[in-house]
């Protein structure tokens, strides 16, 4: 069974920093490109950025670009998401999802249960 | 960035009956190399995560109900639900993966008449 595990969210004050990790079982993890999807509360869902593989290509939305970092450890079965300069708009629940083993170009299968970010003072 | 406009916001629907919501982009997201729509749909219930129902525009996921169906191409997209039951009141996404800056509907909330 695909089981994607986030953690790492909490209570930050503007302009602090947080990390987030993703445990992925079930699958070959090594395999596959995988994101980070978050939704603010009450509002919709917003990519916010992918990794290959191998993590030799990594890609962000404007909204995070300068600030925030991609990286997975395939030896650990782990993907993460290193946030900095946090602003009270990246308060939402980040998703750990699947894409898939052929293309950057695909849906994503499986979703984490999320973890929250909350950026006040 | 492919903007994804999804209509309506909200719909209320009578049990057994059917439900339509409509998702446009602001470009084509079918693929001339492949004639595929890279189009996908999600539903998501509330406290839960996504969960994905429709890819490559009308490609049901495996052990989604046949109740829920795809249809579209080019820019213009709708996800019909037929005989709409009551586990089917939920948020309705749909996203481009023609981009490598995915985008997402705004979601349209579906909920029982």
């Known amino acids: 069974e695909v089981q994607l595990v986030e953690s790492g969210g909490g209570l930050v004050q503007p302009g602090g920093s947080l990390r987030l990790s993703c445990g992925a079982s079930?699958?070959?993890?090594?395999?596959?490109?995988m994101s980070w999807v978050r939704q603010a509360p009450g509002k919709g869902l917003e990519w916010v950025a992918n990794i290959k593989q191998d993590g030799s290509e990594k890609y962000y939305a404007d909204s995070v670009k300068g600030r925030f970092t991609i990286s997975r450890d395939n030896a650990k079965n782990s993907l993460y998401l290193q946030v900095n300069s946090l602003r009270a708009e990246d308060t939402a629940v980040y998703y750990c999802?699947?894409?898939?083993?052929?293309?950057?170009?695909?849906?994503?299968?499986?979703w984490g249960q999320g973890t929250l970010v909350t950026v006040s003072s | 960035d492919i903007v994804m406009t999804q209509s309506p916001d909200s719909l209320a629907v009578s049990l057994g009956e059917r439900a339509t919501i409509n998702c446009k982009s602001s470009q084509s997201v079918l693929s001339s190399s492949n004639n595929k729509n890279y189009l996908g749909w999600y539903q998501q219930k509330s406290g839960q995560p996504p969960k994905l129902l429709i890819y490559w525009a009308s490609t049901r996921e495996s052990g989604v109900p046949d109740r829920f169906s795809g249809s579209g191409s080019g820019t213009d997209f709708t996800l019909t639900i037929n005989s709409l039951q009551t586990e089917d009141v939920a948020v309705y996404y749909c996203q481009q993966y023609y981009s490598k800056q995915y985008t997402f509907g705004q979601g349209t909330k579906l909920e029982i008449k």
């Open positions: 079930g699958f070959t993890f090594s395999s596959y490109w």
């Open positions: 999802a699947r894409g898939s083993t052929e293309s950057i170009y695909r849906y994503f299968d499986y």
